[in-house]
């Protein structure tokens, strides 16, 4: 596997290609994927047993696989698809009861600057929130990351995603995907489609786990110039959705 280097680029660099997709609307529909997710990026998500529920039958069948939800239905990435990274924030997720005794999440993103422009509509939350996330305690409230990502498929097709990790999948994949960023050329290319061979026992818990230590299928490849086109394509026609991340 070919290892490639984490480094940030610098803020300008960054800033300035923002700057030009805003600036450039126009793209081509050709290969573009246009989930059902209203004015937001679908989740990239990990399908757990604990997910599948008469409520949500979409999920069933795909234990273990990573992919997203459009339309009602759960569409697994197939081996083989490349992530790159757009852009990531700090985020945290908090999981509580509400009024009617139901699980609910609540998530507040850090305060971050792009092209000039401050974003921070949940940062007072996130910093009230970031002590009692950082103390293990308490498992309900979690630090992770969301980020921007572009799944590159096989067949050339492209579907922007929200990554929004935490616990598990936040140390199962995130630190694999933080290298490969779309602004340096590189991708993380995943060779397999489920994930349930990577699974360890828990001794604490019991319970079965995907575990980052196991994942070993996967390499880090320079994209060609047609699947950043595709990405920047991707990026393009849903500036919209982008807009509301940052605004999240």
């Given at each position: 596997?070919s290892k490639v280097k ?17 600036a450039?609307?126009?793209?081509v529909d050709e ?5 059902s997710?209203?004015?937001?990026y679908p ?6 047993p604990?997910m ?6 979409h999920?069933?069948?795909h234990?273990y ?12 990435l197939?081996a083989g698809t490349i992530?790159?990274m757009?852009d990531?924030?700090n ?8 009024d009617n005794g ?5 998530y ?5 600057t ?8 949940s940062?007072?939350r996130f910093?009230a ?5 950082q ?11 969301s ?5 590159l ?10 990554f929004s990790?935490f616990?598990?999948v ?5 630190n ?6 779309l ?5 993380l290319q995943?060779n397999?489609?489920n ?10 818990t ?6 980052g ?10 994209l060609e110039?047609?699947?950043?086109k595709?990405?920047l394509?991707a990026?393009?026609?849903t500036?919209e959705?982008?807009?509301n991340?940052?605004k999240?």
């Open positions: 596997m984490s480094e940030n680029l610098p803020a300008k660099v960054e800033d300035n290609m923002l700057a030009q997709l805003k450039d609307p126009a793209a290969g573009l994927i246009t989930p997710a209203g004015a937001f989740f990239l998500e990990m399908v757990f604990i599948i529920n008469p409520e949500k039958p999920y069933k069948g234990e696989n990573l992919g997203f939800v459009s339309g009602g239905k759960f569409e697994a197939p992530l790159t757009f990531s924030r985020a945290i997720k908090r999981v509580y009861q509400d139901q699980e609910t999440n609540e507040c993103a850090a305060k971050i792009r092209n000039g422009v401050e974003f921070a509509n940062a007072e910093e929130l970031k002590e009692e996330a103390d293990r305690s308490n498992r309900s409230v979690n630090l992770g990351t980020s921007v990502v572009v799944a498929y096989p067949d050339g097709r492209a579907v922007v995603l929200n990790a616990k598990t936040n140390g199962y994949l995130f694999y995907l933080q290298p490969a960023k602004q340096n050329g590189v991708g995943i397999i489609d994930h349930e061979c990577n699974l360890t026992k828990s001794k604490t019991g319970y079965y786990y995907p575990d230590k196991k994942f070993k299928q996967w390499e880090h490849v320079t110039k047609e699947q950043s595709a990405a394509n990026l393009q026609k500036a959705e982008y807009d991340w940052l999240a």
